[in-house]
């Protein structure tokens, strides 16, 4: 059985087939024979796990398993503590309330490359990193929990599921791992 961690790129679609001139996972050169165990959605970056172990690809997307995922999330403004504590009880969406999860402030920027095209800067609004741990994985989840607290996300990374990091990977990269 093969499982790959895989550092997607910006811009890059959670799929093989070709859409519209965007690049896909058939870019990177990776194996025949694996598929994601979930999505990164285009505008999003970081660790994608794909595999060609049905039971593994179940286990990492029903949410019932309750698998960790670790984002980086950079957002406008700096959350104050209450708006870090009613992200971390869980807020409620349009599709439903979210599960509680883990949620701080990042004392500095995480290591990361440089983002192509560059994130918006504007000089009267600071940013803040935010490393927030989920349990769960809804469309465009983490985006829509920042905004429901008022901090819209301007760049999101995808740092670590369960036990496999991004450590050691450049955006484009991909690894064989043993276990997740």
Known sequence: MKTIAFYKPYGVLSQFTPMAGHPTLADFGIPRGVYPAGRLDHDSEGLLILTDDGELQHRLTDPSFKHPRTYWAQV???PSEASLKALAAGVTLSDGPTRPCE????????RLPPRDPPIRKRLTVPTAWLELTLTEGRNRQVRRMTAAIGHPTLRLVRA??????LSGLSPGEWRYVQRV
Do not use: Q, T
């Open 76 to 78: 406008e403004r700096v």
């Open 103 to 110: 949620a701080s402030l990042l004392s500095k920027e995480p």
């Open 160 to 165: 670590r599921i369960g036990a496999v990091s």
